[in-house]
Structures are given as C-alpha cells and as structure tokens.
C-alpha cells in the first residue's frame, strides 16, 4: 500500500533512503569522503523534515505488514511541473514491482496536481536505472558534472 508519510515516519524513510542509496554508492564506489553530499550520506531527519515541513513536498511511502519497503517524494513547482526526489526501494524489496508502482503514483499525484511535467536526476553512469525510467516514461534531457560529485548527474523528465 502506498501512503502519505506522517511526521513520525521520518526516521524510518530515513533508513529506507539511505539504505537504498547506498547500494548505489557500494556499486559505484561514492564514499562519505569522496561524495559527502550523496543521499546515502547526506540524508539526514533534519532535511527530510524540512522538506516535509519547510518546502511542503508531499511525501508517500510503500508500506506492507507494517515495515516501509520504498518512498518518494514530489516537490510541486510553480512552472506547473513538479520533481520527483529519492524514489527508493529497500533492497531486500526490489525487483517486486514497488519501484513501477511508486512511480505510477508519484505520475497520478502529478497529474491530480494539474502538473504537466515530473523531472528527475539520476547517477548518469547508473545505465541500469536510466534504462528503467525510460522504460518508464522518462526522457533524458541532459547532464551536469558537479565539482562535488565524482559522478555526472543526469537529467530526465516525464511528460504527463
């Protein structure tokens, strides 16, 4: 079932953000010293409840038997496009559906919101997840190489 994230759920999307992300970082080989800012390192409670709070994301977690297994986030733009931030599924989850799942909802959200666009950043080199989100949808629109990143980051977006 997805659901919204309530402010005590912050702790555990934490986990589950992190944890997902640091497979990334294990494959690709990001540190806390090479790439400090990587989600699996710079997710905080503090940063994900501003963002809940502060920027006023909306914020919805996959969730079965009580155990949050994914989660994402929506930042809605005033452009009338939104972004989609830390889609994440547990590993031990993946390869379920969730990830599909979550991101047909994050598209219905978007829509329900009367958005038009949903961008999105990923690891470039990542090819197994580009390949995913344009299965998905999704068209790559470019990349950016950051001084703070030992990665290139690449951009997409899906029209709704």
């Known amino acids: 079932m997805i659901r919204k994230v309530e402010r005590a759920d912050i702790p555990e999307c934490v986990r589950v953000i992190r944890d997902s992300?640091?497979?990334?970082?294990?494959?690709?080989?990001?540190?806390?010293?090479?790439?400090?800012?990587?989600?699996?390192?710079?997710?905080?409670?503090?940063?994900?409840?501003?963002?809940?709070?502060?920027?006023?994301?909306?914020?919805?977690?996959?969730?079965?038997?009580?155990?949050?297994?994914?989660?994402?986030?929506?930042?809605?733009?005033?452009?009338?496009?939104?972004?989609?931030?830390?889609?994440?599924?547990?590993?031990?989850?993946?390869?379920?559906?969730?990830?599909?799942?979550?991101?047909?909802?994050?598209?219905?959200t978007a829509r329900e919101h009367q958005r038009k666009v949903i961008n999105l950043g990923i690891v470039e080199e990542n090819t197994v997840l580009r390949q995913w989100y344009e299965r998905n949808g999704a068209v790559h629109t470019g990349t950016e190489k950051y001084d703070f990143f030992p990665f290139t980051c690449g951009y997409m977006k899906i029209s709704l």
């Open 21 to 108: 992300f640091r497979t990334v970082a294990d494959e690709f080989g990001f540190t806390k010293e090479n790439a400090p800012r990587f989600t699996a390192f710079a997710m905080t409670e503090e940063w994900l409840l501003w963002q809940m709070e502060g920027e006023h994301r909306l914020m919805f977690a996959d969730e079965e038997d009580g155990v949050i297994r994914g989660y994402y986030s929506l930042q809605l733009l005033d452009s009338g496009e939104c972004e989609l931030n830390n889609l994440s599924v547990l590993p031990e989850y993946r390869h379920q559906g969730i990830g599909g799942r979550m991101l047909k909802h994050a598209m219905d």
